[in-house]
């Protein structure tokens, strides 16, 4: 009679194979936008425009006049932009966890929600007068969240984008980095040092205020998460403070004065 040989059991990854897996993730999702956000940043240094004049565009059109193309592709890249998610989802699972691990889940609707509106709350007001006072100093560009045409779709997929770039953001930068940080034997303070580092490097396209108030966000947001043991109550609070940018620039631009805008 044959026997069915059975698979080996998995060994628990080393350091160092924890430290590849790392770098892995980090380079098919956010480290690789920090590195092109330096890139961006060495060449609008380089332009002869100040940084005040140039423009950065979040969530801009991708066929402009073919309104149904447009909104394909807005959806295949939020779709896309969340697939380093299941990615550090499958690792957990290979680990014999999930996603819960990190505190990404329902099981907690309310109080989620009531935290994450808290937060958005206190850091989203102060996180406008940083971009207002640095980009009329001349050291960020004129972010413009929303570049979408006046279309039916435009604040739906707003939204969709608010809340993708959310859960990407807290669930590998925060939860997952911090986690795979810690299990590699770094101390709390590097790993939170490491985590707001990265998290200002790939807004660092925007300016200096976008490095700075991004990684003081991050600070913020590690005690947060190592006071809760929760990812979710952070992506409540940044799709909150995302979705609040992004639709309203699309209804206010060039409507009010205080809101810096694109010269034509």
């Given at each position: ?124 007001g102060s996180g406008l007068a940083l971009y207002l006072a640095s980009q009329a100093a001349g050291y960020n560009l004129t972010v413009a969240p929303s570049g979408l045409p006046d279309v039916w779709w435009r604040v739906p997929v707003l939204v969709l984008s608010a809340w993708q770039n959310a859960i990407l953001e807290e669930v590998v930068v ?91």
């Amino acid at each position: 009679m044959t026997t069915v040989p059975t698979a080996p059991e998995t060994a628990q990854p080393t350091r160092r194979l924890l430290g590849v897996e790392l770098l892995i993730v980090l380079g098919l999702s956010l480290g690789a936008s920090g590195i092109g956000a330096l890139i961006s940043f060495a060449g609008s240094l380089t332009e002869p425009l100040k940084l005040g004049q140039q423009v950065a565009t979040l969530n801009g059109s991708r066929a402009p006049g073919r309104p149904w193309l447009d909104l394909a592709w807005q959806l295949y890249y939020i779709g896309k932009g969340l697939m380093p998610v299941v990615l550090v989802g499958y690792l957990l699972v290979r680990e014999g966890v999930s996603l819960r691990v990190l505190g990404f889940d329902l099981r907690q609707k309310l109080r989620d929600l009531g935290r994450g509106a808290a937060v958005a709350a206190a850091i989203g007001g102060s996180g406008l007068a940083l971009y207002l006072a640095s980009q009329a100093a001349g050291y960020n560009l004129t972010v413009a969240p929303s570049g979408l045409p006046d279309v039916w779709w435009r604040v739906p997929v707003l939204v969709l984008s608010a809340w993708q770039n959310a859960i990407l953001e807290e669930v590998v930068v925060l939860g997952y980095l911090l986690r795979r940080l810690t299990q590699r034997g770094w101390s709390w303070p590097a790993a939170v040092a490491a985590s707001s580092v990265l998290r200002g490097s790939y807004h660092l396209y925007q300016g200096v205020g976008g490095l700075v108030g991004n990684m003081v966000m991050g600070a913020v947001f590690c005690l947060l998460y190592r006071r809760w043991g929760r990812v979710m109550p952070l992506v409540v609070a940044h799709a909150l403070i995302d979705t609040v940018a992004f639709v309203g620039y699309a209804l206010l631009a060039g409507h009010v004065s205080w809101l810096p805008t694109p010269t034509p």
